[in-house]
């Protein structure tokens, strides 16, 4: 992953890099992850969790005791659970939903997937999904998953990034950059 100076993203890559090894090599990364996406989900949807996981003023063994509750109640793998109690324990909650992103990335680079984000400015039809699927797979060398969206300012084009990369080819951009060219000229 890339290296940060947030401190957050430290703590969250090493715990994230921690868990993916341990899944990978007891050959449960397809469940660790899977009960991940249902964590992440739980704090996306549950307002008192998120606060539970966001907020500092909850002590360690609230925490704690309130992980064992809910670990107690979801019945998870005892990897994922006695995970989570190990980040409760360490008051390391706040980068849970990181070290989930975290996991997820690695699993994905693990099985050889890279996730590209695609926005365009009218939704995708099936036939132009797909050609853009085998255009980014043959870029990419690798089995690509799109999260799609649609942004009408855009005018015409698209916008895909793949990690760090990015591709512009909004009608947007080309105006603008028509703009600017116009703008030096005269």
């Known amino acids: 992953m890339a290296q940060s100076s947030s401190p957050v993203s430290g703590v969250a890559e090493r715990y994230a890099q921690s868990l993916f090894e341990l899944a990978r090599d007891e050959g449960s990364l397809e469940t660790v992850e899977r009960e991940l996406v249902q964590f992440q989900s739980l704090i996306e949807d549950n307002a008192d969790f998120r606060r539970l996981v966001e907020s500092p003023a909850f002590s360690s063994d609230t925490q704690l005791q309130a992980i064992e509750a809910i670990v107690a109640a979801t019945g998870p793998s005892p990897l994922v659970g006695n995970f989570l109690k190990v980040v409760a324990g360490n008051r390391r909650l706040f980068a849970l939903p990181a070290i989930i992103r975290g996991v997820r990335a690695m699993a994905a680079a693990h099985r ?75």
């Open 112 to 186: 050889g997937e890279v996730e590209a984000e695609v926005v365009s400015a009218h939704a995708l039809t099936d036939e132009q999904r797909r050609e853009l699927s085998d255009a980014l797979g043959s870029y990419t060398h690798k089995t690509v998953t799109m999260r799609e969206s649609v942004d009408p300012s855009l005018l015409g084009g698209l916008v895909v990034r793949i990690g760090s990369r990015q591709i512009d080819t909004s009608l947007r951009t080309k105006l603008s950059s028509l703009k600017l060219a116009l703008k030096e000229v005269g």
